[in-house]
């Protein structure tokens, strides 16, 4: 899982004890949400709020090629707590269980990716996503308020690591079958 990594290094102790077991034994599918229209990958210009309402977060917002949300159990998904803060302490991370009221899948969005029945099942697709008061209990902040920029530029390594070794080799396969 790609949360795996991120839930080890930034999660509670009870996050990681509730969590990873679930992510080890394939219990519980994962996808992010970070990306939003407009905005892409850049996390310093997410538009997502969340804002707390007694012992819960309530969000707001839409995101963006959510990798694997038609199959998942739980989303994390990065929003702005503190607009007043500095650039890159403005936004927090938090754990979605699915489904949710307040997250509703508007569609899948087509991209390179091979489609087929059993790769959507597996590890579904790229969604557009709308939450709407999506309700969020406290506790399910991951990594802390104001960590979800440092925290998914450490996510988003490993996939921009990934999608160059794999272009490179896609590549190299083009030209190989071309000569």
């Not at 219990?27 to 997410?46: M, T, Y």
């Amino acid at each position: 899982s790609m949360v795996g990594p991120v839930l080890q290094a930034f999660g509670s102790r009870e996050q990681q004890e509730r969590y990873l077991p679930r992510i080890a034994s394939i219990e519980d599918w994962w996808c992010q949400g970070f990306s939003e229209p407009g905005s892409g990958s850049d996390l310093a210009s997410l538009k997502t709020s969340a804002v707390r309402d007694g012992d819960e977060w309530v969000l707001n917002g839409e995101k963006w090629f959510s990798s694997s949300a038609s199959v998942a159990d739980i989303a994390v998904v990065m929003a702005k707590t503190d607009p007043d803060a500095a650039r890159h302490e403005q936004y927090s991370t938090f754990i979605v269980e699915l489904p949710n009221p307040g997250y509703q899948i508007l569609r899948n969005i087509e991209t390179m990716q091979p489609h087929s029945d059993l790769g959507l099942k597996l590890g579904g697709s790229h969604s557009e996503i709308k939450i709407e008061n999506l309700r969020v209990p406290r506790d399910n902040i991951l990594g802390g308020r104001g960590q979800g920029f440092n925290m998914g530029q450490h996510r988003l390594a490993y996939g921009r690591l990934r999608h160059g070794m794999h272009n490179v080799a896609m590549a190299q396969r083009a030209l190989d079958l071309a000569a």
